[in-house]
Nanobody, 118 residues
C-alpha cells in the first residue's frame, strides 16, 4: 500500500488544519491507520490511531483538539487539527498497521509539514 499525506501548511496558533492520507488500495482490511509526527531534533511520535471498528486513541498532548477518521470506501484517513499550538509544529506522517498481532507499522507515507506560528 502506498500512502500519500497532504494538507499541511503554515497556520497561526489557535488555527485549524485538516490532514488527508490517500491510500493506493483498499484499506478496509488494514487493522489500524494512524498519524505520527516528528519535530526537528526529536524522535517520531504517535499522534492518533483508528482501527477497522472505529476505535480511536490519541496522544495526551492532542486529546480534545485533534480528531482522526477513516473513510474505507474512498481509502482515506483524515486528521482534523483544531486549536493548534506552536508545539504541534512537525512533519506529520500517516502509517498503516495491518495486524493487531504484529506490532510494526507496515506502511508509511511521506510526510507533510505543519508549522504553527505563535
Amino acid at each position: 500500500v502506498q500512502l500519500q499525506a497532504s494538507g499541511g501548511g503554515l497556520v497561526q496558533a489557535g488555527g485549524s488544519l485538516r490532514l488527508s492520507c490517500a491510500a493506493s488500495r483498499d484499506i478496509s482490511s488494514i487493522w489500524r491507520m494512524g498519524w505520527y509526527r516528528q519535530a526537528p531534533g526529536k524522535q517520531r511520535e504517535f499522534v492518533a490511531v483508528i482501527t477497522t471498528d472505529g476505535k480511536t486513541n490519541y496522544a495526551d498532548s492532542v486529546k480534545g483538539r485533534f480528531t482522526i477518521s477513516r473513510d474505507n470506501a474512498n481509502n482515506m484517513v483524515y486528521l482534523q487539527m483544531n486549536s493548534l499550538e506552536p508545539e504541534d509544529t512537525a512533519v506529520y506522517y500517516c502509517g498503516a498497521r495491518r495486524l493487531p498481532t504484529v506490532a510494526i507499522i507496515d506502511y508509511w507515507g511521506q510526510g507533510t509539514q505543519v508549522t504553527v506560528s505563535s
